[in-house]
């Protein structure tokens, strides 16, 4: 399989390396001083995209993937603002694309697990649930793309919970609210933990990543499911069948 690369960073670089353990070729790799490769022929070649890039660029980066015919694979997180438009022209046929806000196999088992415990302890009012997520330095955004997914995962199954809020300077979210805390630091790859808090006891659950090789792995499977899918809007849900 062809595959070019958008974005060319660490996660770049690890992709490239799975991808050529998996016997697929890398036509091209852009980044942030070769941005006109996306209207190349060694672009339109590629038979998947796999995209990850900064939030500011990464609708742009779509929808040149979109006029050039090439189905992409996007972990790039704090852009969804725009997914609606996106939705529309996956429905319309004018692309193909997958989007998650994490590619680890690990982490996505973690959230339909997290989505079980959601649905049995929606039962128990005394427990009330929190969130943490801690990632490197780098990351401009917060909370998470895969801590919004988690808590949005849990919200849907708790029914006294009516969305997430970071906590403010004296660290309340309203009553409501799933609260979401976030800690920058080093170059961690990635830790996500839901709490379950009562009097008597504390439920934790913990995803930890132990480098972004398993998030690389992860894409390029992705990019393999998605070549030759008819045009659409996919998920990681899709890929994996949960």
């Known amino acids: 399989m062809k595959i070019a ?14 991808a050529r353990e998996r016997g697929h070729s890398i036509v ?13 022929e060694a672009f339109r070649s ?6 990850f890039s900064q939030p500011k660029v990464a609708l742009s980066n ?17 852009w969804l603002e725009s997914m609606p438009s996106v939705r529309m022209m996956c429905d319309k046929g004018l692309g193909t694309l997958l989007w998650s806000s994490n590619f680890s ?11 079980y415990m959601a649905h049995l302890l929606d039962k128990f009012p ?19 793309g895969t801590a919004i997914t988690l808590a949005e995962t849990i919200v849907d199954e708790v029914k006294r919970l009516d969305g997430w809020q970071e906590p403010d300077a004296a660290g309340a979210v309203a009553e409501d609210k799933l609260p979401i805390a976030h800690r920058r630091e080093g170059e961690v790859p990635g830790i996500h933990t ?19 090789r398993g998030f690389a792995l992860g894409a390029v499977l992705a ?20």
């Not at 091209?28 to 190349?40: F, G, R, V, W």
């Not at 779509?62 to 704090?78: D, E, Q, R």
């Not at 005394?126 to 998470?144: G, N, R």
Request: with cysteine; glycine share 8%; charged share 20%.
């Open 5 to 18: 690369i958008i974005g060319y960073g660490r996660m770049g670089h690890a992709v490239e390396e799975v």
């Open 28 to 40: 091209c790799t852009i980044d942030n001083h070769n941005t006109d490769m996306l209207e190349s």
């Open 46 to 51: 590629a038979d998947v995209a796999i995209e």
């Open 62 to 78: 779509i929808l040149a993937s979109f006029t050039a015919g090439v189905p992409v694979v996007c972990g790039t997180t704090g």
């Open 105 to 115: 196999i690990g982490v996505n088992v973690f959230k339909a697990v997290n989505r």
């Open 126 to 144: 005394q427990y009330s649930c929190s969130m943490e997520e801690v990632h490197h330095i780098h990351k401009l955004d917060h909370p998470s």
């Open 194 to 212: 839901v709490s379950w808090d009562s009097e008597a006891d504390t439920l934790t659950f913990t995803h930890s990543a132990k480098s972004r």
């Open 223 to 242: 990019a393999e499911w998605l070549k030759d899918r008819k045009p659409g809007l996919y998920t990681i849900d899709d890929m994996l069948g949960f």
